[in-house]
């Protein structure tokens, strides 16, 4: 059966290659900034472009965080890429005239890379955590990057009783180790663009829509 995944439409600029995508690797998609069908569909998949803040003002004109809060407190899906993953943590140093903090899913601070050359723009190989859903299959596969920032540590460390659910993190490496994609529950996210992955990204997408 198609799973039913809608793509957030909030003005972060041209995601129809994301529709695109998922539409290939079998779901039913839909582009729109409802929050009826955001918070009614099978799967959503948050979009980023550009800047954090001003990204995070688009979301919250959109009632975005208020929609993924109340997606993840019922256990239901939501995919975040490139800018879309940033705006899952506290907040970023990317300058801005109105600086907005994250959603603070996660905890730390989106920070500029420590490289000769940024933004980050090409190909990188990823390091899949250990017992990723999100990867299977591509786990060492090579994915396309377009960003200048990204959360260079991971703070969230389960333990305890909560060990077995602890989130998985995946890494790349651009002048520094930054946090390639993270799996939590019902809250996944890539720092890569899967839609211009070819077929690596196509399988990453195909596995999250099958586990929808």
């Not at 899949?128 to 377009?146: D, P, T």
């Not at 540590?153 to 994609?181: I, K, N, Q």
Request: hydrophobic content about 40%; aromatic content about 8%.
């Amino acid at each position: 059966m198609a799973r039913d995944v809608v793509v957030l439409d909030y003005g972060s600029g041209n995601v129809r290659s994301a529709v695109r995508a998922l539409e290939r690797v079998g779901a039913t998609v839909t582009l729109t900034g409802d929050p009826h069908a955001a918070l009614d569909c099978d799967g959503l998949f948050v979009p980023g472009v550009g800047n954090f803040h001003a990204c995070m003002a688009g979301l919250a004109e959109a009632r975005g965080p208020r929609i993924i809060g109340r997606r993840l407190s019922g256990g239901r899906p939501v995919l975040g890429v490139c800018v879309g993953m940033q705006v899952l943590f506290e907040g970023s140093t990317e300058p801005s005239d109105a600086p907005l903090e994250g959603m603070a899913e996660w905890p730390g601070t989106v920070e500029r890379l420590p490289a000769d050359v940024v933004p980050h723009m090409g190909w990188s190989t990823v390091a899949a955590g250990s017992g990723s859903r999100l990867f299977a299959g591509v786990e060492g596969e090579r994915f396309y990057f377009v960003h200048s920032y990204a959360a260079q540590r991971w703070t969230l460390e389960a333990t305890g009783p909560f060990e077995r659910v602890a989130p998985v993190v995946t890494w790349a490496r651009h002048g520094a180790d930054f946090v390639a994609a993270v799996e939590n529950g019902p809250l996944s996210a890539t720092q890569f663009h899967p839609e211009k992955s070819g077929d690596a990204g196509a399988q990453l997408l195909e596995n999250w829509v099958r586990s929808l």
